[in-house]
């Protein structure tokens, strides 16, 4: 296949007034987008701008929504007071200051939250991985905090925007290493960010590699969680060290690991370029799995149509359904959210159009303080309209596929939204998660 090599640039803020493509949109829009800019990350790339948007679909376009700046991200509000600092010339500080006031009410970590699911050895926290479920150890490389672009309704934004630190990240010596060679119960790590992606295959193998020796045994999977196979499948093809990441691809299966790349996609459009299907044949010829995940959101893949396109598309690919998530803590939550509701019956409709193969995907899932609770379905009980929820992952292992119930609520759009059904006051779990909590000191 003959695909020239790209080498990569990034949009900003700064460039929203030069870029060609966005000319055909007003003064008033742009200014609008360069105001929504200031407060919330905004990065985009070449490979996006150039090949992956339709630009005669703006603002609609999904890949548009999915990295560029809306002016409803934000409430009208706050977007005039930004526009109004931007118009008036205001100097930088005041610029930021104004960001700043907005930005620390719309993020969802009060203080010190973090600190949750921060295991220690020997006493000492482990800063930089996360141990949340008894099999799975999430990894957090100091070099990959950073994205090929930012996606709009992105839960990490805090850290992009520099309101949280990178203290909870790794670095590849020592700690978590030894963390691991002592907890001989976990048998999947998981690389995230950012992306973990955006490291050099050198930097990579830091973190990979010492896991193939012994000792680590018990370490069956290394799973990479990554956006970069939609955002930059450059980096798998013809990016400098390309060949290199394909080799330690390789080098992890042949020293009998399950390497699972957890490639993040929202939607089929992603699939639709040469380079992209390239990447993922390549990443799979080395013997790696790609699985998939990604979050239903309004106004970018709140269709059940499109769900069932993506996961024709993947499977035809050979890539492996996995997540449907819902979305929360966002920066611009409103825009973005849906009723829990609507997430169901899009799993649903989009779940019948495809075959067993593409009925891996679970979901819709939310990612809890208790574990990934499911929305299994909509039922009425003795008269009682509910949701029908099971975990798929809990601190109590014991917990998973013991399916409980919440009065149906046509609005809610999180866990913490929904009461027990048939009169109880809590859920089954909630005595024991509130002991959990106390005994790790969280609250
Ligand atoms: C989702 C998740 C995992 C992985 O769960 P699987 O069911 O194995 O995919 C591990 N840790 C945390 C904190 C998670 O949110
Ligand atoms: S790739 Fe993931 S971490 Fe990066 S901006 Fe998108 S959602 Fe956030």
Same mark, same amino acid.
């Given at each position: 296949?003959?695909?020239?090599?790209?080498?990569?640039?990034?949009? /900003?803020?700064?460039?929203?007034?030069?870029?060609?493509?966005?000319?055909?949109?007003?003064?008033?829009? +742009?200014? &609008?987008?360069?105001?929504?800019?200031?407060?919330?990350?905004?990065?985009?790339?070449?490979?996006?701008?150039?090949?992956?948007?339709?630009?005669?679909?703006?603002?609609?376009?999904?890949?548009?929504?999915?990295?560029?700046?809306?002016?409803?991200?934000?409430?009208?509000?706050?977007?005039?007071?930004?526009?109004?600092?931007?118009?008036?010339?205001?100097?930088?500080?005041?610029?930021?200051?104004?960001?700043?006031?907005?930005?620390?009410?719309?993020?969802?970590?009060?203080?010190?939250?973090?600190?949750?699911?921060?295991?220690?050895?020997?006493?000492?926290?482990?800063?930089?991985?996360?141990?949340?479920?008894?099999?799975?150890?999430?990894?957090?490389?100091?070099? $990959?905090?950073?994205?090929?672009?930012?996606?709009?309704?992105?839960?990490?934004?805090?850290?992009?925007?520099?309101?949280?630190?990178?203290?909870? &990240?790794?670095?590849?010596?020592?700690?978590?290493?030894?963390?691991?060679?002592?907890?001989?119960?976990?048998?999947?790590?998981?690389?995230?960010?950012?992306?973990?992606?955006?490291?050099?295959?050198?930097?990579?193998?830091?973190?990979?590699?010492?896991?193939?020796? #012994?000792?680590?045994?018990?370490?069956?999977? !290394?799973?990479?969680?990554?956006?970069?196979?939609?955002?930059?499948?450059? +980096?798998?093809?013809?990016?400098?060290?390309?060949?290199?990441?394909?080799?330690?691809?390789? @080098?992890?299966?042949?020293?009998?690991?399950?390497?699972? !790349?957890?490639?993040?996609?929202?939607?089929?459009?992603?699939?639709?370029?040469?380079?992209? +299907?390239?990447?993922?044949?390549?990443?799979?010829?080395? $013997?790696?799995?790609?699985?998939?995940?990604?979050?239903? !959101?309004?106004?970018?893949?709140?269709?059940?149509?499109?769900?069932?396109?993506?996961?024709?598309?993947?499977?035809?690919?050979?890539? !492996?359904?996995?997540?449907?998530?819902?979305?929360?803590?966002?920066?611009?939550?409103?825009?973005?959210?849906?009723?829990?509701?609507?997430?169901?019956?899009?799993?649903?409709?989009?779940?019948?159009?495809?075959? $067993?193969? /593409?009925?891996?995907?679970?979901?819709?899932?939310?990612?809890?303080?208790?574990?990934?609770?499911?929305?299994?379905?909509?039922?009425?009980?003795? $008269?009682? @309209?509910?949701?029908?929820?099971?975990?798929?992952?809990?601190?109590? #292992?014991?917990?998973?596929?013991?399916?409980?119930?919440? #009065?149906?609520?046509?609005?809610?759009?999180?866990?913490?939204?929904?009461?027990?059904?048939?009169?109880?006051?809590?859920?089954?779990?909630?005595?024991?998660?509130?002991?959990?909590?106390?005994?790790?000191?969280?609250?």
């Amino acid at each position: 296949m003959n695909i020239k090599p790209k080498k990569m640039s990034f949009y /900003g803020v700064k460039d929203i007034d030069s870029l060609p493509e966005l000319k055909k949109l007003s003064e008033t829009e +742009r200014l &609008a987008m360069k105001a929504v800019a200031h407060v919330l990350p905004f990065r985009s790339n070449n490979y996006l701008v150039e090949e992956l948007i339709d630009w005669n679909k703006i603002p609609d376009d999904p890949i548009f929504r999915l990295t560029f700046p809306h002016p409803e991200m934000l409430s009208s509000q706050d977007l005039n007071l930004m526009v109004r600092l931007i118009e008036e010339d205001a100097p930088k500080t005041a610029l930021r200051e104004g960001a700043n006031e907005i930005r620390w009410r719309l993020n969802p970590h009060p203080a010190g939250q973090k600190q949750h699911n921060v295991p220690s050895l020997d006493g000492e926290p482990v800063p930089g991985i996360q141990h949340k479920y008894e099999k799975t150890v999430l990894i957090f490389p100091t070099a $990959g905090q950073t994205c090929h672009a930012y996606c709009t309704f992105c839960f990490r934004w805090p850290q992009f925007v520099g309101l949280d630190d990178l203290k909870f &990240a790794t670095r590849e010596s020592g700690d978590f290493q030894d963390y691991l060679r002592s907890h001989k119960e976990v048998s999947d790590i998981l690389l995230t960010g950012g992306d973990p992606m955006t490291m050099k295959a050198w930097q990579l193998a830091l973190y990979i590699e010492p896991l193939l020796e #012994s000792g680590f045994e018990h370490i069956q999977t !290394i799973r990479i969680g990554t956006k970069s196979l939609a955002y930059w499948p450059y +980096r798998y093809v013809t990016d400098e060290d390309a060949d290199d990441l394909l080799r330690l691809f390789e @080098k992890v299966v042949q020293r009998g690991k399950h390497l699972a !790349i957890m490639g993040h996609y929202e939607h089929w459009q992603e699939f639709a370029t040469p380079i992209a +299907r390239e990447a993922i044949r390549r990443v799979r010829s080395t $013997g790696a799995q790609i699985r998939t995940q990604a979050p239903v !959101i309004r106004h970018i893949n709140d269709s059940a149509d499109t769900w069932a396109k993506m996961w024709q598309t993947q499977v035809s690919l050979g890539c !492996i359904p996995y997540y449907m998530f819902v979305e929360r803590q966002t920066g611009a939550k409103e825009y973005f959210e849906i009723p829990l509701v609507r997430c169901w019956e899009i799993y649903q409709q989009a779940i019948q159009q495809v075959s $067993g193969l /593409g009925r891996t995907a679970r979901g819709p899932v939310m990612s809890a303080l208790p574990g990934k609770v499911a929305i299994d379905g909509v039922a009425e009980i003795a $008269g009682e @309209k509910l949701f029908v929820l099971s975990f798929l992952q809990a601190r109590e #292992s014991d917990w998973c596929k013991r399916p409980f119930f919440a #009065s149906f609520d046509a609005d809610a759009t999180w866990l913490s939204d929904l009461k027990p059904a048939f009169g109880q006051y809590k859920f089954f779990y909630e005595s024991q998660l509130e002991d959990i909590l106390t005994r790790q000191k969280l609250f």
